[in-house]
């Protein structure tokens, strides 16, 4: 099938069969398709938490938006972003790198020394506003890749923060939550939008041509 064939399939399901869980195989390509986004100045400000343990699922129910949703998919993804930019994370990325591509330590200096000079003049508050769009890219991956193997998904950003960042400790790895994706398969009787049209504003309207 083609991406946009792909695309056409998937909707964000509302139900899930609790009995039906991904391959290790068919999660590992979903979130290999999400490492592969890329990301401002390539620091991948984000990290992806993948979490099966029923315990921990029922722990973020409250505040969910899709509490079944939570309950019956068979992985929870979530995206989490860099609380902050610092000089230090900007060098181990870009140490990082050097060594993977093996340059010279300092090779990318004079660009590191940029983006230092740009996020230090910013506040934590823009910098996570910064790090938490990264993530829609690896989240939009994600779910085409999903699709792509006939795995249903629902991206949500309707869910508790603080519950999220709480009950995965993400705030002490300096992380905040932005969004989840739900991964699993859909329970055909109760998904209510399993059996409707897709719907998208015409073409013509959403581009805008000059
Ligand atoms: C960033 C984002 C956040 C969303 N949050 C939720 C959510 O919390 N709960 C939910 O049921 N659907 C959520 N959705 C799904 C959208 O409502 C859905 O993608 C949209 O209506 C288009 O329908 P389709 O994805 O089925 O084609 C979210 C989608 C995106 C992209």
Redesign the pocket.
């Known amino acids: 099938m083609s991406l946009i064939e792909d695309?056409n399939w998937?909707?964000?399901?509302?139900a899930y069969d609790p009995t039906k869980k991904l391959k290790e195989e068919d999660l590992n390509k979903i979130l290999e398709a999400a490492r592969l986004a890329p990301t401002s100045s390539g620091l991948q400000p984000f990290r992806v938490i993948v979490v099966e343990n029923q315990e921990l699922k029922e722990k973020m129910v409250p505040g969910?938006?899709?509490p079944e949703?939570m309950r019956d998919s068979s992985h929870v993804l979530v995206f989490a972003a860099w609380d902050s930019y610092s000089d230090e994370k900007i060098d181990e990325v870009y140490d990082y790198h050097t060594e993977v591509r093996d340059l010279p330590k300092g090779r990318f200096s004079s660009y590191t020394d940029k983006i230092k000079e740009i996020y230090g003049a910013q506040t934590p508050e823009q910098h996570f506003a910064h790090t938490a769009r990264q993530t829609?890219i690896a989240?939009?991956l994600a779910?085409a890749q999903a699709a792509e193997l006939k795995i249903d998904s629902?991206?949500?950003?309707?869910?508790s923060n603080d519950v999220v960042d709480e009950v995965l400790g993400l705030r002490q790895l300096g992380l905040k939550s932005v969004?989840?994706l739900y991964l699993g398969y859909k329970d055909e009787k109760n998904d209510w939008?399993s059996h409707m049209k897709?719907?998208?504003i015409p073409m013509e309207e959403f581009i805008i041509k000059k």
């Not at 998937?10 to 509302?14: E, G, I, P, T």
């Not at 629902?154 to 869910?159: K, L, N, S, W």
């Open positions: 695309l998937r909707h964000a399901v509302k969910s938006l899709n949703v829609y989240l939009g779910m629902t991206p949500a950003e309707g869910f969004s989840l939008l897709k719907v998208r």
